[in-house]
């Protein structure tokens, strides 16, 4: 069965660190992969896709990579800030409707 | 106010009602979609609907039912509800389905079956 897996455990790390969040999947062929994050009593919010056909993808602080042959993505916050933490969740879409979603890593950074 | 909204926040009903959360978008979009989120779970999709009077079932439809008359709004109604129903419900839109088309999520409404 398609399955997506994040890191249950919570990711603890110190205030000015590179936080790297992972996420695998496996029976899947994703077109393309997005990276939300969501904070407690929110709805998720969208913060970056990278294609099948790109390796890497930046924004601000962000970096996301995707490697369909090991058939993971990582996600990276350099610089880390409390501001960051929150739970980040990462979702694979084929194209169509189907949108899949991991159950999120929490992150928590420490001042 | 722009953007998408859901109703209510909070909800507590007893096994057996009928409930129905209420989402509204602004913009317009598509393509609107029912998940819910429980604990060690991912969203999992309910129902989604690619326009006025077009929806379809997801990955967990049974129990629920949705209607969509008008392209803003996209009410999911539990028709009989069962204490596996508590959980927080989210409601998203999306402009179309293709790249660069994210979905935005409402604030999400926490229901508790009892």
């Known amino acids: 069965s398609q399955k997506i897996e994040q890191n249950s455990e919570a990711l603890n790390i110190q205030e000015g660190k590179t936080a790297t969040l992972t996420c695998n999947y496996t029976?899947?062929?994703?077109?393309?992969l997005q990276w939300y994050r969501q904070d407690p009593g929110r709805g998720p919010v969208f913060l970056l896709l990278?294609?099948?056909?790109?390796k890497e993808k930046r924004k601000e602080r962000l970096k996301v990579t995707f490697d369909t042959t090991l058939k993971q993505s990582l996600f990276h916050i350099t610089a880390s800030q409390p501001a960051d933490s929150a739970t980040y969740l990462c979702?694979?879409?084929?194209?169509?409707?189907?949108?899949?979603f991991g159950a999120g890593t929490r992150l928590f950074v420490k001042a | 106010d722009a953007g998408i909204t859901q109703s209510p926040r909070y909800k507590i009903t007893e096994t057996g009602r009928q409930v129905t959360l209420m989402c509204h978008q602004t913009?317009?979009?598509?393509?609107m979609f029912w998940y819910r989120q429980d604990l060690g779970h991912g969203l999992r999709l309910i129902y989604y609907?690619?326009?006025?009077?077009?929806?379809d079932k997801g990955e967990v439809p049974d129990g629920y039912v949705v209607s969509r008359s008008k392209t803003e709004n996209f009410p999911l109604t539990l028709e009989s509800a069962t204490r596996s129903q508590t959980s927080v419900y989210f409601c998203?839109?999306?402009?179309?389905?293709?790249?660069?088309?994210?979905?935005?999520f409402g604030q999400g409404t926490r229901l508790t079956v009892v």
């Open positions: 990278i294609r099948e056909n790109e």
């Open positions: 998203a839109s999306r402009y179309g389905l293709g790249l660069n088309t994210e979905a935005f």
């Open positions: 029976n899947y062929s994703p077109a393309y």
């Open positions: 609907s690619a326009a006025a009077d077009i929806t």
């Open positions: 913009w317009s979009h598509s393509y």
């Open positions: 979702a694979l879409d084929t194209g169509g409707f189907k949108t899949i």
